[in-house]
C-alpha cells in the first residue's frame, strides 16, 4: 500500500512481508529511504532514518527486552 512511479515504490508507503515483519515509512526506486518504522513480529522495532534500504543517520533501535540503542547510523550499523 502506498504511492507509485515509473513502476516503483516511491513516496509513502506500507510493506508487510510473508514473516511478519512490516516497515511503514518513505520510499525512492523500490528502497526504504528517508524516515520510517520497521517492525519485527518478535516486537523489535527500528524508527528513523534510512538511506538505500539501510539504516542511516539518526534512529531508534528497540529490542523486545526493552533494551535500546538510541543514536547514528552509517550503512546499517
Do not use: C, F, P, T
Amino acid at each position: 500500500m502506498g504511492q507509485w512511479e515509473a513502476n516503483k515504490v516511491d513516496g509513502q508507503g506500507q510493506y508487510s512481508w510473508n514473516d511478519g515483519r512490516i516497515y511503514d515509512g518513505e520510499w525512492k526506486d523500490n528502497k526504504m529511504h528517508g524516515k520510517g518504522v520497521y517492525r519485527w513480529l518478535d516486537g523489535r522495532m527500528y524508527e528513523g532514518s534510512y538511506l538505500h534500504d539501510k539504516k542511516h543517520g539518526q534512529g531508534v533501535y528497540r529490542w523486545a527486552d526493552g533494551r535500546k540503542y538510541d543514536g547514528e547510523w552509517a550503512n546499517g550499523k
